[in-house]
């Protein structure tokens, strides 16, 4: 069975437009990176860029979660002694309002010539209008909530020679058992005084009687 591995060239790149209003910045990084890699179609190849543009407008309006916008700090360093400097979000976000997004989604890409290259098809755009409508861009909603791996087929696992199912024998129908309380009544003696004694039976009486000695 061969493996397929994507050519340069090979495949034709589509555009996609995502409105970051009101979106987490690492949330929406991370499902932005898999786009520009290429991870979300199935003819991904790791040594070869595989990846679509992303357009991504109103990036002036993601937010933090928490108190990041002041806990959260940017360092650059400018390769001089004494070059090191540490910026907070909320100073990084009014001076550069695409930087925020950027930086999020520059960190979860590969280490390398190819990952800047993908980097060149993320397009940042402050406020709502875009410059590549030529490139007919298909809206794509972003996920509200933690994000979640994409084209993945989930299949239900397979069951060799499932077990067979016994059968229980049928119990005999038996009697009902009384109740306890319906025993101790049956055998509660009664109270003194509630029961009549028994009264004998009348002798039967003969139509004619015996003559007695007297009368013969």
Same mark, same amino acid.
């Given at each position: 069975m061969n493996c397929f591995q994507a050519k340069a060239g090979q495949l034709?790149?589509?555009? +996609?437009?995502?409105?970051?209003?009101?979106?987490?910045?690492?949330?929406? &990084?991370a499902q932005i990176a898999p786009i520009l890699m290429g991870k979300h179609r199935p003819t991904y190849t790791p040594h070869i860029d595989t990846g679509d543009?992303?357009?991504?407008?109103?990036?002036? *309006? /993601? /937010? !933090?979660?928490?108190?990041?916008? %002041?806990?959260? !700090?940017?360092?650059? +360093?400018?390769?001089?002694?004494?070059?090191?400097k540490d910026e907070q979000a909320w100073k990084l976000f009014q001076r550069r309002p695409a930087r925020v997004l950027e930086l999020a989604i520059q960190r979860m890409m590969p280490?390398?010539?190819?990952?800047?290259?993908?980097?060149?098809?993320?397009?940042? =755009? $402050?406020?709502? *209008?875009?410059?590549?409508q030529a490139q007919n861009p298909v809206p794509l909603e972003a996920m509200v909530g933690r994000p979640s791996a994409t084209g993945i087929l989930v299949a239900? @696992?397979?069951?060799?020679?499932?077990?067979?199912?016994? /059968?229980k024998a049928s119990k005999?129908?038996?009697?009902? $058992? @009384?109740? =306890?309380?319906? $025993?101790?009544? #049956?055998?509660?003696?009664?109270?003194?005084?509630?029961?009549? #004694?028994?009264?004998l039976p009348a002798p039967a009486t %003969?139509? &004619?009687?015996?003559?007695? @000695?007297?009368q013969v």
């Open positions: 034709a790149p589509q555009w +996609y437009v995502i409105d970051a209003t009101d979106m987490v910045v690492g949330r929406l &990084a543009y992303v357009i991504v407008t109103n990036v002036d *309006k /993601v /937010v !933090f979660t928490g108190n990041k916008w %002041t806990q959260k !700090f940017y360092q650059r +360093y400018s390769g001089h002694p004494g070059g090191q280490k390398n010539i190819i990952g800047r290259h993908m980097m060149g098809k993320l397009k940042l =755009v $402050v406020g709502a *209008k875009h410059d590549h239900a @696992p397979k069951v060799v020679n499932p077990p067979k199912k016994k /059968v005999p129908a038996t009697a009902a $058992v @009384p109740a =306890v309380h319906e $025993v101790e009544a #049956e055998h509660q003696l009664p109270a003194p005084g509630t029961v009549s #004694e028994p009264q %003969t139509e &004619a009687a015996e003559p007695t @000695p007297e």
